[in-house]
């Protein structure tokens, strides 16, 4: 399946990012109440960057949806997400 040209262009812009920078590009997303498809594939894009990273997302994620009602950490030693309740 083909990717969708805003996702490709979204996953480069992340792929050059240093973590903190996506941390802060996800907290930035923390209880937006807007959605279109454009957010679909920002936010796609970014969980995808974290998993291609190995980063371990659990935090985040329930069985088939990305959580944003918290802020996150980026936990180093354990290379995961952490939320900030």
């Known amino acids: ?5 805003y996702y490709i262009k ?5 792929s050059d990012m240093q973590i903190p920078e996506l941390v802060t590009i996800f907290n930035a ?11 679909a594939y920002h936010d ?12 371990d997302i659990a935090a985040v994620t329930g069985r088939k949806t990305i959580s944003f009602a918290h802020p996150v950490r980026y936990d180093l030693p354990n290379n995961k997400l952490v939320a900030i309740n």
């Not at 997303?29 to 957010?39: F, H, L, T």
Request: no cysteine.
């Open 44 to 55: 796609q894009a970014l969980i995808g960057e974290f998993q291609r990273r190995g980063i």
């Open 29 to 39: 997303q923390v209880q937006s109440r807007g959605w279109s498809s454009m957010r």
């Open 10 to 14: 979204y996953a480069l812009r992340f």
């Open 1 to 5: 399946m083909q990717q969708h040209i």
